[in-house]
Structure formats: C-alpha cells, structure tokens
C-alpha cells in the first residue's frame, strides 16, 4: 500500500538530500516438488504402515481409481498432501500394496508349513495350504492379496514383472506337495493344470464368501480338500 505520509516527511528535509532508496522486496521463490511435511508425520515408519494399510483396504473395497489420494490420506490420519513424503503417486502406492502382499503371505506361507510335524502328509500339506491362503484371502487382515487380484491391471508391464516373481515363489511350494499327491494316487489330475486349477477355486472366493455364511474358513478349507482331494 502506498504511504500517504510521504510527500509532506520530503518536505521538511533539504532540498539536496536526495530520496532515501525503498527496501527491496524479497522475491520468495515458489516450492516446487514435494508438499511441506506435516509434524504429525515425523514417525515415519509408523505413518508408512498406516498409510499402505489404508490403501490396501480403500483398494480393495472402493476400486483403485475411485480411491482418491485425499481419501488415502484420510484412512492413514494424514494431511491430503502427505502421501508423496512416502510415494511418488498412487500407482506406486497400489505396487507396494502388491508387493508388501505377497511377501507377507509367502512369508507367513513358509511357518504354516514350517510348523507342520516331520510326518505330516501331503494332505495334511495341502491342507495346510489351502487354510492358510483362505487366510491371505478372506481372513481379518485380508485386503492385500484381493487388491492383487482386482487391480492387476492397473500395474504397469515392469510392476507385473516384479510382481509375477514373487507369486511365483508363492505357488512353488505347492508344486512338490502337488506332486507327491499325484504319485500316490489323491490327485488325479496333473499336478501342473491342478495347481492353475486350484488357485482359481480358491481366488474366486473373493466374490461370493462371506464371513457372516454357513461356513468358516475352517469348513470352507475342509470342504476345497474334498473337492481336490477327495475324501480321507
């Protein structure tokens, strides 16, 4: 705003001072890239995890395009802007879900079979598989592994890639025990096509359990046995 003193301070000073220099404006430039952090985000692990939680269950139950970035940062207790500190874009975000999804599931897959007895079947193998990917599936903490299979389309052709190895070391612990059922006569079917078989029936539960059903997992578990297996 101009100073409306001005003229008459000129005025009383002599006539050969010249006029004092106006201070120079301070050119702020504007912030590029990332938003400024929110102190609330200063645990970053713990706000990490809240905010791949976050995601993968708006993914799975809104649909990857209609999870807005303000609804993600919302589940995580996060400004809107926030998110980018930790991913460079939603579809980044939607990878780590993927990601972080299988190599939890392999990893709890591995102690499920880890915690069998030495003389524990191949049925009680199998049985132990199929219970423990209704699990990743369709249990309490089930938003990881649907994502997968929703929004596979969504990832790029390099993301795919990455993700198509870790699965594939996911499904490699079933082809021995597939196998071993094959050669005692419980699986009828070639151990190859029954893997591709199998996780189909299994994956497709997404679309029509319900926990509030007739069945639990336990059942649900008991009753795909029979199905591929048949009866004990």
Do not use: C
Not at 108 to 132: C, G, I, K, Y
Not at 181 to 202: C, T, Y
Request: aromatic residues 8%; charged residues 25%; proline residues 9%.
């Amino acid at each position: 705003m101009p100073n409306t003193f001005a003229p008459a301070e000129r005025a009383l000073r002599p006539v050969s001072a010249p006029p004092e220099p106006a201070p120079a404006a301070v050119h702020t430039p504007a912030r590029r890239g990332r938003p400024p952090k929110d102190p609330a985000d200063s645990d970053e692990g713990n706000r990490r995890r809240q905010l791949i939680d976050g995601a993968a269950r708006l993914f799975r139950t809104k649909g990857f395009a209609a999870a807005s970035t303000r609804d993600i940062a919302a589940a995580a207790g996060m400004r809107s802007g926030s998110p980018f500190y930790h991913f460079e874009s939603k579809s980044a975000l939607l990878f780590v879900v993927m990601e972080e999804g299988m190599v939890q599931a392999t990893a709890s897959q591995a102690q499920a079979l880890a915690a069998l007895p030495p003389e524990a079947t191949p049925r009680d193998r199998l049985h132990t598989l199929v219970r423990h990917h209704f699990e990743v599936l369709l249990g309490p903490k089930a938003d990881y592994i649907p994502v997968m299979l929703y929004e596979w389309r969504s990832l790029t052709p390099e993301q795919r890639t990455s993700i198509a190895r870790v699965k594939d070391r996911y499904e490699a612990e079933w082809v021995p025990i597939l196998q071993a059922l094959h050669q005692i006569g419980d699986l009828r079917a070639d151990p190859v096509a029954a893997r591709l078989f199998i996780f189909g029936a299994l994956n497709w539960s997404v679309q029509w359990f319900s926990a509030r059903g007739a069945l639990s997992l336990d059942e649900l578990t008991s009753q795909a046995l029979r199905l591929f297996v048949g009866d004990s």
